[in-house]
């Protein structure tokens, strides 16, 4: 059974760190681009990193850059959101999403919802003092 399972989440301060964690189970992650994506209430679904299985390419959103780093473990069938400087306009559910087409060449839709095919349940991080 193909699946992914985030976790990492919690409550942290403004300007803390999280490291979230996405296990792939019933398929080897290294074939796949991996996105993740993050909802807060009343918003919508929204883009925030991607790793390329096609050449190892990552996509930010500008929200994001320079304080989050996308990262995969092969070995541990894992791919790694390293969050730094967190505000709190970063408070959402957290996804991890995959496409589930090997190889597959990301390029402008890598921050679509409609390009993912298989999604995990989502972790929650909160960023308030």
């Known amino acids: 059974q193909v699946q992914l399972v985030e976790s990492g989440g919690g409550l942290v301060q403004p300007g803390g760190s999280l490291r979230l964690s996405c296990l792939a189970s019933?398929?080897?992650?290294?074939?796949?681009?991996i996105g993740w994506f993050r909802q807060a209430p009343g918003k919508e679904r929204e883009g925030v990193s991607c790793?390329?299985?096609?050449?190892?390419?990552?996509y930010y959103a500008d929200s994001v850059k320079g304080r989050f780093t996308i990262s995969r473990d092969d070995a541990m069938n894992a791919v790694y959101l390293q969050m730094n400087d967190l505000k709190p306009e970063d408070t959402a559910v957290y996804y991890c999403?995959?496409?589930?087409?090997?190889?597959?060449?990301?390029?402008?839709?890598?921050?679509?919802?409609?390009?993912?095919?298989?999604w995990g349940q989502g972790t929650q991080v909160t960023v308030s003092s």
């Open positions: 790793i390329s299985s096609f050449d190892g390419s990552t």
């Open positions: 999403a995959t496409p589930l087409v090997p190889r597959v060449k990301m390029g402008s839709n890598w921050s679509q919802p409609s390009t993912y095919r298989t």
């Open positions: 019933g398929f080897t992650l290294g074939y796949y681009s």
